[in-house]
Nanobody, 124 residues
Framework: VQLVESGGGSVQVGGSMRLSCEAP?????????VGWFRQAPGKEREKVAA????????DYADSVRGRFTISRDHAKNTVYLQMNSLKSEDTAMYYC??????????????????WGQGTQVTVS
């Protein structure tokens, strides 16, 4: 099972970009937590945002709160990451991941068992 990401690319500082993450219907459901992670060269993987599919509660890293918005579209089994006011330090490989745990808060990378292939975001 693999998640499919799209929407990365290059953008200028201050610009916007939207990433999409489509999950297979076999795993998209009420117990699913979907998160966006990023990893820049030489740095650890960082959780950027997460959303609990049932109810839509969200969580954000301090570094992106107020600039990024995570949302979901049930009809398309898709989770989005809208990124505004982008900074050069947002440059990284972005991954979406899913955890069928029934909750979201406190989940670390090891608890997300389904991952996408990653999409590069470059801000300059």
């Amino acid at each position: 099972v693999q998640l499919v990401e799209s929407g990365g690319g290059s953008v200028q500082v201050g610009g916007s970009m939207r990433l999409s993450c489509e999950a297979p219907g076999s795993i998209y459901g009420s117990s699913l937590c979907v998160g966006w992670f990023r990893q820049a060269p030489g740095k650890e993987r960082e959780k950027v945002a997460a959303i609990f599919i049932n109810g839509g509660s969200t969580d954000y890293a301090d570094s992106v709160r107020g600039r990024f918005t995570i949302s979901r579209d049930h009809a398309k089994n898709t989770v989005y990451l809208q990124m505004n006011s982008l900074k050069s330090e947002d440059t990284a490989m972005y991954y979406c991941a899913a955890a069928p745990r029934g909750y979201c808060p406190g989940l670390g990378p090891v608890e997300y068992i389904y991952w996408g292939q990653g999409t590069q975001v470059t801000v300059s």
